[in-house]
């Protein structure tokens, strides 16, 4: 059983940084594509970054601002956001998909505001 838990969310003023987490366990990160994926109020969920052995995709609005990373000994992917925007405020989910499924945490909320 795959299980995806995300921390590292909160509130963040504009130009601040946060870096996410996703810890995954029943599956090995660094064997499978993984991705962050965003979804304000009132909007489609959209992919932010992936990581895919050693390549790494990220959506235009991000480039330059935010990295997605993983640390194969903790099992875990990030996501560190600099330069935070107010439209950067999402609840984030990070998804793994292994084998034709794809699993998805629960997702973690940020908000930048002051």
């Known amino acids: 059983q795959v299980q995806l838990v995300e921390s590292g969310g909160g509130l963040v003023q504009p130009g601040g940084s946060l870096r996410l987490s996703c810890v995954a366990s029943g599956s090995i990160v660094s064997l499978y594509p993984m991705g962050w994926y965003r979804q304000a109020p009132g909007k489609q969920r959209e992919l932010v970054a992936h990581?895919?052995?050693?390549?790494?995709g990220y959506v235009d609005s991000v480039k330059g601002r935010f990295t997605i990373s993983r640390d194969n000994a903790k099992n875990t992917v990030y996501l560190q956001m600099e330069s935070l925007k107010a439209e950067d405020t999402a609840v984030y989910y990070c998804k793994l998909s292994r084998s034709g499924n794809d699993y998805w945490g629960q997702g973690t909320q940020v908000t930048v505001s002051s």
């Open positions: 990581i895919s052995g050693g390549n790494t």
